[in-house]
């Protein structure tokens, strides 16, 4: 990681486990912490994909026994990174980016680790990468893609309030800003004027910031289709609970548009 040294100075503490060598030009990065039977339904979904695909899991710190080892081997996950640092889902990706880079990874698609991504999007996602594209959003609501089950608050706060705010900010016109299911090339991840690897970024304001920047950059963006699916029954599968948190993210995003977290 020499050449990254300037970048692991803000990059949170954490632990690495190899279970296999680099086979792929990319890999998957799934952010996780504590969401149990979701979680290995959907590595078992995933272990197909194994073939084309580097599968590495950023453990926030679970403590429901989810990502043990011995599972993952099982499942043809290569790595296990495990956060020991501080910070939420932005340091778990912080973590994630700078791993994948340090072992020569040319681009990075990531999805959200409670089961509710369709992983048939993953080779749209793969020739999206090839085709030079750097920064890539999954989108549920352009042709081809499917929401099932979305919440009504969420569908018009992604629909009318997040997604026009930071498409006016990036220049691009977005649909379904707060889907973690994308993809970013290693020209995106590595670029002097995003500074990614900041420590401000701790939460979701990460994934905001990369949607608002990348256009501004004069890099290349597409939305594809992709399937998300809400349970029909029982607790929503989120770490945003409450109005309180979907004010928060709408500051967020009416920062970023603002510039605040430009460099």
Same mark, same amino acid.
């Given at each position: ?83 020991? !640092?501080? &910070? $939420?889902? *932005? ?5 994630? #980016?700078?791993? %994948? +880079?340090?072992? =020569? ?7 959200? !680790?409670? &089961? $509710?991504? *369709? ?5 749209? #996602?793969?020739? %999206? +990468?090839?085709? =030079? ?131």
């Amino acid at each position: 990681m020499k050449k990254f040294k300037g970048l692991i100075q803000e990059t949170p503490t954490h632990t690495i486990s190899e279970f296999a060598k680099k086979r792929t030009k990319y890999c998957l990065i799934i952010p996780v912490i504590n969401e149990g039977e979701k979680f290995k339904k959907q590595v078992k979904r995933l272990k197909p994909f194994s073939k084309i695909i580097d599968i590495i899991i950023a453990d926030g710190g679970s403590t429901d026994g989810s990502t043990s080892k011995v599972f993952l081997r099982s499942q043809k996950v290569r790595v296990l990174l495990i956060k020991t !640092g501080e &910070g $939420k889902l *932005g340091a778990q990706l912080r973590m994630a #980016f700078l791993y %994948a +880079l340090s072992q =020569g990874y040319e681009g990075i698609i990531t999805m959200d !680790g409670n &089961g $509710k991504d *369709g992983p048939s999007a993953i080779p749209r #996602f793969i020739k %999206a +990468l090839e085709a =030079g594209f750097d920064y890539v959003q999954a989108s549920r609501f352009i042709k081809g893609g499917k929401g099932i089950n979305t919440p009504l608050l969420r569908y018009f706060g992604i629909r009318f309030i997040l997604s026009p705010i930071l498409s006016f900010a990036s220049r691009y016109w977005y649909t379904d800003v707060s889907n973690a299911f994308r993809a970013y090339s290693k020209r995106l991840l590595l670029n002097k004027d995003l500074q990614l690897y900041r420590s401000i970024f701790s939460r979701y304001e990460i994934l905001f910031y990369i949607t608002a920047r990348t256009k501004q950059l004069g890099m290349k963006t597409k939305e594809i289709p992709a399937i998300r699916k809400y349970p029909s029954s029982g607790k929503t599968p989120t770490k945003i609970v409450g109005v309180r948190s979907y004010i928060e993210l709408i500051v967020n995003c009416v920062r970023i548009s603002q510039g605040k977290y430009n460099p």
